[in-house]
């Protein structure tokens, strides 16, 4: 009797999640074709005032996205793109986003002057007619939309996916059926040097994979290696005026930072992945020079030929697929990296202590102490230490990936939050 009872429950619960996949999947169809929409923007401006411009509009292929949770996501960002059907107004995608342009945006030299800078963002292909808002946060989390533009798919100047005979390798695959899909992109390799960037690219997927989180979900994640071949090896330093042509156009000297090493033509960038299977991507760099740069569902870039290289691609790829925060922190830095008052960020791994519930919390020992002195630095795992005398931002542990190179993985609060993006990607 127990028996049958049992398996009554079993077929009833399985019915309910076969009509949840089912009304998941109905959602995306009614929406949604099996191809990308690029959307490429201009976001120019200065401290005072900000601006987006539609660019332009590329059909591609197929869609390598997620099919699940289109109208929600975990994290903020700086930014966010969001999808409305134009017959209903009803918001059918949400893609967050950070960019160069908010960054500069905390710079001094915005103050004094304007500028550009490009940013690309991909969408699933809508079957109707859409409508896009492209809206910024600013410091205390006020959602200010810049720009509002409607989409017709029949539109005949939207412009069709060139053929590119950049060549790929399949070098991790997935099993599962909606898997996150990665473009590991070759930047400041010649033709003749693609062994060695191949070399690089199996040691990112091993590093990547030897974080427990991501170890967990490896047949979730299917990743190829783009052969996108530079005329010239390295990448350009303008401190030395050092300019390099090169694939995706990488410099360092970012903000003048000697050590930020970043792409501000993201256009040419996703120029190269037309044909490619992708939905995130890791820049490898041909040089020794430490450094890099991550950003929120736009890049990760890192140097090969540093002897930090495995430790720190992860972090960087923590940065651009969850928007995981730096967990270190100078007294001058790029960033801002200073609390606002009464203002809790929107990253899951730091805080302000104003609504610390909202964060890790539920992760703290009772009997740990917040703010958590350094005095427990190594007796306790998780708890909330700060991060910079007077900066007002709190970090759950100096053992993490997003700390520092030495330790071997991430934290618990950035392995949650990981789980949580990965889970939101594969729809589960």
């Not at 049958?4 to 949840?20: A, N, Q």
């Not at 103050?111 to 910024?136: G, R």
Request: aromatic share 12%.
């Amino acid at each position: 009797m127990t028996i049958r009872k049992t398996g009554v429950k079993i077929i009833f619960v399985l019915t309910i999640f076969l009509s949840y996949l089912s009304v998941q999947a109905q959602q995306f169809n009614d929406y949604f074709t099996e191809q990308t929409l690029r959307l490429d923007y201009i976001f120019g401006g200065n401290k005072a005032q900000q601006h987006a411009y539609l660019a332009d509009l590329v059909q591609l292929n197929r869609w390598d996205g997620r099919k699940g949770n289109l109208s929600t996501t975990p994290i903020q960002g700086n930014g966010q793109i969001k999808v409305y059907d134009a017959a209903t107004d009803k918001l059918i995608y949400v893609l967050p986003f950070s960019s160069l342009f908010q960054e500069w945006l905390t710079q001094e030299e915005s103050n004094q002057t304007t500028k550009s800078f490009e940013n690309s963002y991909l969408i699933p292909y809508p079957k109707a007619k859409a409508k896009v808002q492209v809206s910024f946060f600013d410091a205390q989390r006020k959602e200010t939309i810049l720009l509002t533009h409607l989409i017709d798919p029949q539109d005949i100047l939207i412009r069709k996916a060139t053929t590119n005979d950049i060549p790929y390798e399949t070098i991790h695959k997935a099993t599962t059926a909606n898997p996150i899909k990665i473009a590991i992109v070759a930047e400041g390799y010649k033709d003749t040097e693609m062994n060695e960037f191949m070399e690089y690219a199996r040691k990112t997927v091993h590093s990547l994979f030897q974080h427990k989180v991501f170890k967990k979900h490896e047949n979730a994640f299917e990743i190829v290696a783009v052969k996108s071949p530079s005329k010239d090896s390295n990448v350009s330093v303008p401190s030395k005026n050092i300019w390099r042509s090169t694939a995706v156009q990488s410099n360092f000297d970012t903000f003048y930072a000697e050590r930020y090493l970043t792409t501000s033509h993201t256009k040419l960038l996703h120029t190269l992945l037309e044909n490619i299977p992708y939905q995130h991507i890791i820049i490898l760099s041909n040089t020794d020079v430490y450094g890099g740069g991550g950003i929120l569902n736009s890049y990760a870039l890192t140097t090969t030929k540093n002897e930090q290289f495995e430790p720190v691609v992860v972090h960087e790829f923590g940065h651009s697929f969850a928007g995981l925060a730096d967990e270190y922190f100078y007294a001058v830095d790029v960033f801002e990296n200073k609390a606002i008052e009464k203002i809790e960020p929107w990253e899951k791994n730091n805080t302000s202590l104003v609504d610390f519930q909202s964060k890790w919390a539920d992760m703290v020992a009772k009997s740990t102490p917040i703010p958590t002195p350094d005095s427990m630095l190594g007796t306790v795992k998780i708890g909330a230490f700060e991060g910079l005398k007077g900066n007002g931002l709190y970090i759950p542990s100096h053992d993490c990936r997003m700390k520092a190179n030495t330790p071997k993985d991430f934290c618990p609060v950035c392995s949650r939050a990981l789980e949580e993006m990965i889970l939101f990607y594969t729809g589960k």
